[in-house]
């Protein structure tokens, strides 16, 4: 059976003005429904990719495909790729304008043309998804950070982009907040919604991710699932990254398990280690 | 500085209509500019600001501070009506000697009057500002068919005042960490970096804005859901009784020649 790709990258390049090369060649597909975690140090050029799988910025070559169909940049085409591809900003506040939580919510929604009662059912689902129903009548400013990436996340799910691309999404937010973020983000994949992020979180995006994507200088330096980034040390090495902590203790007893499957979650090391 | 529009968005009228807001807002200025007794503008000004500290969320120590602000243009306002050439027959208070410019009683009177009007007028606007959010102002804006750009200008302005504000802050306590603004000649070149630095970083946060925008399909519109309000017949009584009560006090002060 042909393999349904959401999204696919061939061979895509960026240059800032000053000409720095943000993304380097890269060629990515990403699959309908998957969870894609973007890994890689400051200035990899994750952030400058997901403004491109949005059509922000537009790639000094390559090809990008979106539900089979090429991206070519005219203003019908990127109307109908940023409908459908949601892109989260690691800074909120660059991404809330309206005066009020209710009002933000209620921008992209309306944008898309849809009729007001449509958009107050979705505006109502998201507040209650996202748990912001109390914060809908003040200014985003007088939020917390947390609170106000919570409402830049609703501001686009109230869209319901079929990918969504979050930059950082689980940076500067407390414990209670991030799993928050995660069940939302487990939500959503359940309703089967492609959802990309970028991370320093080596534990979270090898328990949470399908595919991993390891960027390094622009490029891609490995793609593949938690356990087989991890076990390229090359790869690792020159990204500056660790092994997840799973892994980790995992090393340190592996001697005396059989062999068998790596462990991906806290409750299969733990079972690991129970039968040792 | 801030938080000032906190006040507002926690104020008991917060959800009111805020065309009943702007009618109590049209009657207090309207007291204020008819006035001309200083006595009835004195107790306007007392009455305005109880119903101010009611209804909004706002400390009394706050709101006497908060009422400071417009102090300093009102004094510099009146200093051309304060000094006058002082003629034959007229009470003098101060003489400002060889040039026969002084204060008389005369312009000292008008002076009281002007700074108790802009008192009452300005009481007016902060019985307005502290009850309703700059977004429900907007509202009643486009309901009176104002121009959207303007409209969508004013928002966007509100909101990156705030950004501006809250970035030069920032900035601020990263300076003063550092021991800044130690010294006449070090405040001077830091409060100019301080600028300078909010500026670079406004400008990119605009654009960073912007890009948000984008990326939600914006175009060139900002359309949003109108937010819900309630309309009370409490209110509108109570703004006929003092719509009632201001008219009666400017008609006895006229009828009386209350100074």
Redesign the interface.
């Given at each position: 059976m042909a393999v349904d790709y959401i999204a696919q990258l061939k061979k895509i390049v960026y240059s800032y003005p000053d000409g720095t090369k943000a993304v380097d060649n890269i060629s990515l597909d990403i699959r309908r429904g998957e969870r894609v975690a973007f890994l890689g140090n400051n200035g990899a050029g994750k952030s400058t990719l997901f403004?491109l799988l949005?059509g922000?910025l537009k790639p000094v070559s390559g090809e990008y495909r979106f539900d089979s169909k090429l991206v070519d940049y005219k203003r019908k085409s990127l109307?109908e790729l940023?409908?459908s591809v949601?892109?989260v900003?690691q800074?909120p506040?660059?991404?809330?304008?309206?005066?009020?939580v209710?009002?933000?919510l209620?921008?992209?929604p309306?944008?898309?043309g849809m009729p007001?009662d449509e958009?107050?059912a979705r505006?109502e689902r998201v507040m209650q998804m996202l748990d912001i129903e109390k914060h809908k009548?003040?200014?985003p400013?007088?939020l917390s950070y947390g609170q106000k990436k919570q409402v830049a996340i609703g501001?686009?799910l109230a869209?319901k982009p079929s990918m969504l691309v979050l930059d950082e999404p689980t940076s500067g937010l407390d414990g209670e907040h991030t799993e928050q973020m995660v069940k939302v983000l487990d939500k959503l994949h359940h309703d089967g919604t492609t959802i990309l992020l970028s991370t320093h979180d080596v534990n979270f995006a090898f328990e949470w991710a399908d595919t991993i994507v390891l960027m390094n200088n622009g490029k891609i330096e490995i793609v593949g699932t938690g356990i087989e980034v991890f076990s390229d040390k090359a790869s690792l090495k020159k990204c500056g990254l660790k092994l997840p902590a799973i892994l980790h203790i995992y090393n340190t007893i592996a001697h005396k398990c059989k062999d068998g499957e790596l462990p991906k979650t806290v409750e299969q090391l733990n079972e690991i280690i129970s039968n040792l | 500085m801030i938080y000032i529009d906190k006040y507002s968005n926690f104020s008991k009228l917060n959800r009111l209509n805020p065309v009943v807001k702007v009618g109590y807002f049209v009657v207090f200025l309207a007291g204020a500019l008819l006035s001309v007794s200083m006595l009835f503008t004195t107790a306007l000004i007392v009455c305005v600001s109880c119903f101010s500290l009611y209804y909004s969320s706002i400390k009394p120590v706050h709101y006497l501070k908060l009422s400071l602000i417009p102090l300093g243009f009102v004094l510099l306002g009146i200093i051309p009506i304060l000094f006058t050439e002082i003629k034959a027959g007229e009470t003098v208070v101060l003489n400002g000697g060889m040039f026969n410019y002084g204060i008389t009683h005369n312009t000292l009177i008008s002076c009281t009057k002007v700074v108790l009007r802009s008192y009452a007028a300005t009481s007016a606007l902060f019985f307005l500002i502290l009850t309703t959010p700059v977004s429900h102002i907007m509202w009643l804006l486009r309901a009176c068919r104002f121009p959207e750009l303007l409209i969508d200008l004013t928002g966007l302005i509100y909101r990156n005042i705030f950004i501006v504000l809250q970035l030069s802050q920032q900035l601020y306590i990263a300076q003063k960490c550092r021991l800044a603004y130690n010294g006449s000649r070090s405040k001077n070149s830091h409060l100019g970096l301080l600028l300078s630095r909010t500026f670079v970083l406004s400008i990119k946060k605009a654009n960073d804005q912007y890009n948000g925008l984008e990326s939600r399909c914006y175009n060139n519109h900002f359309k949003t859901i109108a937010p819900e309000f309630f309309v009370s017949s409490f209110y509108i009584i109570q703004l006929l009784l003092v719509s009632f009560g201001i008219a009666s006090a400017c008609l006895i002060s006229y009828y009386y020649q209350w100074q």
């Amino acid at each position: 059976m042909a393999v349904d790709y959401i999204a696919q990258l061939k061979k895509i390049v960026y240059s800032y003005p000053d000409g720095t090369k943000a993304v380097d060649n890269i060629s990515l597909d990403i699959r309908r429904g998957e969870r894609v975690a973007f890994l890689g140090n400051n200035g990899a050029g994750k952030s400058t990719l997901f403004l491109l799988l949005n059509g922000i910025l537009k790639p000094v070559s390559g090809e990008y495909r979106f539900d089979s169909k090429l991206v070519d940049y005219k203003r019908k085409s990127l109307f109908e790729l940023r409908k459908s591809v949601g892109v989260v900003f690691q800074e909120p506040d660059n991404q809330l304008f309206a005066p009020t939580v209710y009002e933000e919510l209620s921008f992209g929604p309306m944008n898309l043309g849809m009729p007001e009662d449509e958009v107050k059912a979705r505006i109502e689902r998201v507040m209650q998804m996202l748990d912001i129903e109390k914060h809908k009548n003040k200014p985003p400013h007088l939020l917390s950070y947390g609170q106000k990436k919570q409402v830049a996340i609703g501001s686009l799910l109230a869209m319901k982009p079929s990918m969504l691309v979050l930059d950082e999404p689980t940076s500067g937010l407390d414990g209670e907040h991030t799993e928050q973020m995660v069940k939302v983000l487990d939500k959503l994949h359940h309703d089967g919604t492609t959802i990309l992020l970028s991370t320093h979180d080596v534990n979270f995006a090898f328990e949470w991710a399908d595919t991993i994507v390891l960027m390094n200088n622009g490029k891609i330096e490995i793609v593949g699932t938690g356990i087989e980034v991890f076990s390229d040390k090359a790869s690792l090495k020159k990204c500056g990254l660790k092994l997840p902590a799973i892994l980790h203790i995992y090393n340190t007893i592996a001697h005396k398990c059989k062999d068998g499957e790596l462990p991906k979650t806290v409750e299969q090391l733990n079972e690991i280690i129970s039968n040792l | 500085m801030i938080y000032i529009d906190k006040y507002s968005n926690f104020s008991k009228l917060n959800r009111l209509n805020p065309v009943v807001k702007v009618g109590y807002f049209v009657v207090f200025l309207a007291g204020a500019l008819l006035s001309v007794s200083m006595l009835f503008t004195t107790a306007l000004i007392v009455c305005v600001s109880c119903f101010s500290l009611y209804y909004s969320s706002i400390k009394p120590v706050h709101y006497l501070k908060l009422s400071l602000i417009p102090l300093g243009f009102v004094l510099l306002g009146i200093i051309p009506i304060l000094f006058t050439e002082i003629k034959a027959g007229e009470t003098v208070v101060l003489n400002g000697g060889m040039f026969n410019y002084g204060i008389t009683h005369n312009t000292l009177i008008s002076c009281t009057k002007v700074v108790l009007r802009s008192y009452a007028a300005t009481s007016a606007l902060f019985f307005l500002i502290l009850t309703t959010p700059v977004s429900h102002i907007m509202w009643l804006l486009r309901a009176c068919r104002f121009p959207e750009l303007l409209i969508d200008l004013t928002g966007l302005i509100y909101r990156n005042i705030f950004i501006v504000l809250q970035l030069s802050q920032q900035l601020y306590i990263a300076q003063k960490c550092r021991l800044a603004y130690n010294g006449s000649r070090s405040k001077n070149s830091h409060l100019g970096l301080l600028l300078s630095r909010t500026f670079v970083l406004s400008i990119k946060k605009a654009n960073d804005q912007y890009n948000g925008l984008e990326s939600r399909c914006y175009n060139n519109h900002f359309k949003t859901i109108a937010p819900e309000f309630f309309v009370s017949s409490f209110y509108i009584i109570q703004l006929l009784l003092v719509s009632f009560g201001i008219a009666s006090a400017c008609l006895i002060s006229y009828y009386y020649q209350w100074q």
